[in-house]
């Protein structure tokens, strides 16, 4: 079975995040990047299916600026068998990646492409659904788990207290929902064995893909607001069941969580 | 001259990061008050390679070079020193040791085992009365047809209550100049077995396993036998040698933990209307430790690129160890203050670090013993048994 995952490149969620002086952009400067959470759990998705059959490829493709490599190399040394590197600027359009990501799949065929559900910087959803559609392949939304089954790939999807079964015939792309398999670790040895890889370079043009096609343009930032200081009831505001009362009543007409 | 990490550096040092805040941190204090080896914790770390280091490949090992070997070090010393001390003596002075005087057979029989935590090693040096004066040790091994006798008692053996595998030291020759005269040998439990009475009580290192090794008529094989005859001091220098790295990029973690805590903690806490960090007296103090830690990794770093070209490194080497040990020491006590009476207390992590970073002044070579082999090397001139 040859799967695929497209990974995009994100600050660490650990990184606190600061708007730039212009208003429209992020401070990169100090930020440690790495596979967006989502992707990452979609990468430990395929690799397990290649620990339950090691005949399995995962390749790992990327569209992004340089520093995106690190995230193919990351996704190598979980275990991933090769990773490609599509060439853009700094914030390439959703859609101008997906387009990327089309042409790349038309080439290495795989029999499942698995996305993240959502990259966790800017939380669009958009690459997966939209790479299906170009595809004109079927698509399955926060997928938990799949297998290869009778002439096809069965998939899981989490529902509201349960889960659905599908199946695909063909070849279909899913988003991954987080799972209780936690992405495993890379290992020294898997360092070691992806520093020995090459990762081809691919421009947008050599794909055929206009770069500067649909550009979203961010207009402004803001950080959310600052949360006020917590209110104390005391209690010689009254007696236990008047601060009682009173804190229902905040609870109700202030905070509305009543 | 160039500072940058490699990506491969910088990827190996993300991944003990990550699995040293993930998996080791956060259970260091209940295992620091339980005084409870850390057993489960290397169990998954030795999957992910780290208990093989810089062993070359053929023998399990992984085959990392010397500064990724320190940042896996430093990210786990940074976590919990007594995980890191785990470490140390399992690559460090017994992986390493066999690696460079073990025979081909030796090598086979223990470093894969060992790099894959099959098999846990301590390392056996230190007496009841005798400790830097290591060659006066007492052990002996007297010859016996084709084994050895060995009888005698080891003191604050690291690792030996857990241990399948030790690396000893014991007296071959009573006529023999003190230095000449000891043998190393290895030990598997399993057929050479020893006695382990548990140390308890100890300041800090409180979930590293620490205890004494006894030694009745246990006979040893000579296969078992590592290195020459008589070349046993020699071979505990040379362990001690890598063993020192390997506690000063441990020292350069706790530092740096010590640093992270206190900036947390100076940019939270008010006094007077504003965070601590706001007073130029705290401010100082945060200064003081970047400085040390910065300072200290560097010697370190320097020490490790010296063993990269596989050059002597015995003076950069104790360098590195004794600046990062007193540096920990320095910024685990400027931490507790700046954490003021929570520091003195185990909500906050800074007190396990001072207590921890004790011993990096005394282990492998107290810190009075790095200045004599400093001083040595500057002087030509050896003070230690002078
Ligand atoms: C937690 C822990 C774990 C340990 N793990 C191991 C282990 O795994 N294997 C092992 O073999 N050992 C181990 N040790 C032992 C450690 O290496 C020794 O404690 C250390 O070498 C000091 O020896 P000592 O305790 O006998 O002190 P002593 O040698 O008695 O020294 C006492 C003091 O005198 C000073 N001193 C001694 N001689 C001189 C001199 N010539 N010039 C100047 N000052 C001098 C010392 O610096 C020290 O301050 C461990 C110790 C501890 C506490």
Redesign the interface.
């Known amino acids: 079975m040859k799967l695929l995952v497209p990974l995009k490149q994100v600050p660490d969620s650990t990184m606190r995040i600061k708007v730039a002086p212009d208003g429209k952009s992020i401070v990169t400067e100090g930020i440690t990047w790495s596979i967006s959470p989502y992707d990452e759990y979609a990468v430990e998705m395929a690799l397990e299916q290649k620990d339950a059959d090691p005949s399995t490829t995962v390749s790992v493709v990327t569209v992004g600026p340089v520093r995106a490599k690190d995230a193919l190399r990351a996704a190598l040394a979980m275990g991933c068998d090769d990773g490609t590197f599509v060439t853009s600027d700094e914030n390439a359009a959703p859609l101008v990646v997906a387009r990327a990501l089309a042409k790349f799949v038309e080439q290495k065929q795989p029999d499942l492409v698995l996305c993240g559900r959502q990259a966790s910087d800017d939380d669009q959803g958009f690459v997966g659904p939209a790479l299906a559609t170009i595809l004109g392949w079927p698509h399955v939304a926060t997928v938990t788990k799949f297998a290869p089954a009778d002439g096809g790939i069965e998939i899981w999807r989490e529902v509201e207290g349960g889960h659905e079964v599908w199946k695909a015939s063909g070849p279909a792309l899913v988003t991954v929902q987080k799972s209780d398999k936690e992405p495993r670790y890379a290992s020294l040895p898997g360092i070691m064995k992806a520093k020995k890889k090459e990762l081809p370079e691919l421009a947008l043009s050599s794909l055929g893909v206009d770069a500067a096609a649909p550009k979203i343009e961010v207009v402004k930032m803001e950080t959310p607001p600052q949360r006020g200081g917590g209110k104390i009831l005391k209690a010689a505001d009254g007696d236990a069941a008047s601060v009682a009362a009173e804190l229902v009543r905040l609870l109700r007409d202030e905070a509305k969580v009543l | 001259m160039d500072f940058d990490l490699t990506?491969?550096q910088?990827?190996?040092r993300?991944?003990a990061k990550?699995?040293a805040d993930r998996e080791i941190a956060p259970g260091a204090r209940e295992r620091d008050r339980e005084q409870r080896f850390p057993a489960e914790i290397l169990a998954k770390m030795a999957?992910?390679?780290?208990l093989?280091g810089p062993v070359p490949?053929q023998y399990g090992g992984?085959?990392?070079d010397y500064i990724s070997h320190a940042l896996i070090t430093e990210e786990v010393g940074r976590a919990d020193s007594s995980v890191r001390t785990t470490l140390s003596v399992q690559i460090s002075l017994v992986e390493l040791t066999i690696l460079k005087f073990g025979t081909p057979k030796q090598k086979q029989a223990w470093l894969p085992r060992l790099c894959r935590g099959e098999v846990i090693g301590c390392f056996g040096l230190t007496e009841p009365a005798s400790g830097t004066d290591a060659a006066a040790l007492q052990t002996t091994a007297i010859k016996d047809g084709d084994d050895w006798i060995i009888n005698g008692r080891k003191m604050w053996i690291s690792n030996g209550g857990v241990s399948q595998l030790a690396l000893i030291f014991a007296r071959t020759d009573a006529k023999a100049p003190k230095t000449k005269g000891i043998t190393a040998f290895l030990l598997s439990r399993e057929h050479q077995p020893y006695g382990s009475p548990p140390i308890h009580g100890k300041l800090g290192l409180r979930s590293s396993d620490t205890s004494e090794l006894v030694f009745e008529d246990v006979r040893v094989p000579d296969s078992m036998r590592l290195g020459e005859l008589g070349q046993g001091f020699a071979i505990a220098m040379a362990a001690l040698d890598s063993g020192r790295y390997s506690v000063a990029a441990g020292a350069v973690g706790v530092a740096q933990a010590c640093l992270d805590a206190s900036v947390s903690y100076a940019t939270q806490r008010q006094t007077f209307g504003k965070p601590i960090a706001a007073h130029q007296l705290v401010q100082e103090m945060l200064a003081d430790m970047t400085v040390e830690t910065e300072a200290a990794r560097l010697l370190v770093w320097r020490a490790g690129a010296v063993k990269n070209k596989g050059l002597p490194s015995t003076r950069e080497t104790s360098i590195a160890k004794l600046y990062a040990a007193e540096a920990a020491q320095r910024c685990a006590d400027m931490a507790i203050q700046i954490h003021g009476g929570y520091g003195f207390s185990d909500e906050f992590p800074v007190e396990r670090y001072w207590r921890d970073a004790r011993v990096n002044r005394l282990y492998e070579g107290t810190t009075q013993i790095q200045k004599l082999i400093i001083g040595r090397a500057i002087t030509g001139i050896d003070a230690v048994a002078g």
């Open positions: 990506p491969e910088e990827q190996i993300k991944l990550d699995f999957p992910l390679g780290f093989g490949e992984m085959g990392i």
